[in-house]
C-alpha cells in the first residue's frame, strides 16, 4: 500500500524561490494560486507552464469530487508530500469527511461509490504506480463502466499530468503548503468549505473556458513524441502536450541528445516501446546510431554526454520509482554538478519523460 501523508520523508528544498512579477500575474490571472513549487520553477518558462497546467487545467468529463479523488490518489502513490498535503486538504473544503478520505488512501472499498466511481479509482491508482503500467485493456474496461471514449483518455491525461507535478515537487523538495493544510483542517476550513462547491463551481467554468482548442490531427503529429499526443486528439489535453513537448525540445538549457537519452532510459525502464521508438528517431537525427543508443541504455553511460550530464541517465531510471529522501539526496548532488538552471530543465524533462511514457499506454 502507498504511503501515508506523515509517513513520507521529506527534505529541504534544493532550490531557492525566484521571484517573477510576470509570471506570479500570469497565475493569478489564470485562477491558480501562487505556490513554493512556481517560485523555485520560475526561471524556466517550459517547465513552470506544464505546471500551471495541472493546477488549471479541468477535465470535462469528471466532476470536481473524481477529479481532485484521483489527483490524491496519485500524488500519494508517488510519495509527494507536497501534492498529496494540498490535495488531502482540497477534499477537505469539497466536504469528504476525514473517514472517507481515509478509506480512499488505505485503498478500502468505498460503499458509498458506484461501480464507475470505484472503477476510474482503480484504474488512476494503476495508472500512478505503473508497477507495471496498465494496458489498452484497463482503459477499456473505464468505457465499459460508462466513460466516454475521449473520457476514458482524458483520465489517462490527468493521471500522466499529475505524475508530472509529483516529480517537479518531489525531485525539488518543494515547502508543503502547510498553512493551507492548517486552514483546510481546522474550524476555518470547515467554514468555507459550507461555500466551497459554488465558489468551485465557478472556477470550474472559468477554468474549462480557458482551455486551449485542440490541435488539428495532422498538427499533433508533427513534433517530438507525436503519436503520443495524437491519442488526445479532440481533447484540449492535446495542446498541453504539444505545447509541452515542443517547448521542452526547444529549450537549449540540455542538449536535445541528453533530453531525449532521458525520454529513453525512462521508456525501457517502463517497458514502453513507443515512447523508446520515438525517443530513438530523435537521437538518430542527433546523428547517434541504434548500437550507441542501445549501449546507452544498457550502461546508462554515452560519449556524446560531457562530463557534466554523465550523471544524468542513472539518475532519470531512478525518478520512474523512488524513494523520496534519496531521490532527494541525489538531486541535490546533481545540483551541484550541474547548477540550477540546468537542474531544473532536467527535472522538468524527467518529469515530462515519466508523464509522456504513462500516456502512452493508450497505444498498447
Known amino acids: 500500500m502507498a504511503l501515508l501523508l506523515n509517513e513520507i520523508e521529506w527534505s529541504e528544498p534544493i532550490l531557492p524561490r525566484v521571484a517573477d512579477a510576470d509570471w506570479e500575474a500570469t497565475i493569478k490571472r489564470r485562477g491558480a494560486p501562487l505556490g513554493d513549487a512556481e517560485r523555485r520553477v520560475s526561471p524556466s518558462r517550459w517547465v513552470r507552464e506544464i505546471g500551471l497546467w495541472v493546477l488549471t487545467y479541468r477535465a470535462s468529463e469528471l466532476s470536481e469530487r473524481l477529479f481532485n479523488m484521483g489527483s490524491m490518489v496519485a500524488a500519494q502513490e508517488n510519495a509527494c508530500r507536497y501534492c498529496y498535503g494540498a490535495l488531502r486538504a482540497s477534499m477537505k473544503m469539497l466536504g469528504f469527511s476525514e473517514a472517507s478520505i481515509g478509506r480512499v488512501e488505505r485503498e478500502v472499498r468505498l460503499a458509498e461509490l458506484e461501480p464507475k466511481e470505484q472503477a476510474f479509482l482503480a484504474f488512476c491508482r494503476k495508472l500512478a504506480r505503473s ?3 496498465p494496458s489498452r485493456a484497463d482503459r477499456d474496461a473505464l468505457v465499459a463502466q460508462g466513460f466516454s471514449a475521449q473520457g476514458a483518455n482524458e483520465v489517462a491525461f490527468v493521471v500522466a499530468l499529475g505524475c508530472y507535478h509529483t516529480r517537479l515537487t518531489v525531485l525539488l523538495a518543494c515547502r508543503p503548503e502547510l498553512e493551507f493544510e492548517r486552514i483546510a483542517n481546522g474550524p476555518i476550513g470547515f467554514l468555507v468549505g459550507l461555500t466551497e462547491p459554488l ?5 470550474r467554468r472559468r477554468l474549462l473556458a480557458q482551455l486551449p482548442r485542440p490541435p ?23 495542446a498541453v502536450m504539444k505545447q509541452s513537448l515542443d517547448g ?18 525512462i521508456a525501457r525502464t517502463l517497458q514502453c516501446r513507443h515512447t523508446e521508438a520515438e525517443a530513438r528517431a530523435i537521437l538518430a537525427r542527433e546523428g547517434i546510431d541504434d548500437a550507441a543508443i542501445e549501449r546507452a541504455l544498457q550502461t546508462l553511460q554515452c560519449e556524446r554526454l560531457t562530463p557534466q550530464e ?19 539526496q541525489a538531486t541535490r548532488e546533481l545540483c551541484a554538478r550541474l547548477g540550477n538552471d540546468a537542474l ?18 493508450l497505444l498498447e
Open 131 to 133: 508497477r507495471p503500467r
Open 310 to 328: 554523465s550523471a544524468l541517465l542513472p539518475w532519470a531510471r531512478d525518478t520512474v520509482h523512488y524513494q523520496t529522501g534519496p531521490i532527494q
Open 248 to 265: 521542452a525540445f526547444a529549450s537549449t538549457v540540455l542538449t536535445t541528445t541528453v533530453k531525449a537519452l532521458i525520454f529513453a532510459v
Open 216 to 238: 488539428q490531427p495532422a498538427a499533433l503529429r508533427s513534433g517530438p513524441f507525436g503519436s503520443i499526443v495524437a491519442t488526445l486528439d479532440g481533447l484540449p489535453a492535446a
Open 199 to 203: 465558489r468551485r463551481q465557478r472556477t
Open 344 to 361: 531544473i530543465e532536467a527535472v522538468g524533462v524527467a518529469a515530462l519523460a515519466n508523464t509522456t511514457v504513462r500516456l502512452a499506454m
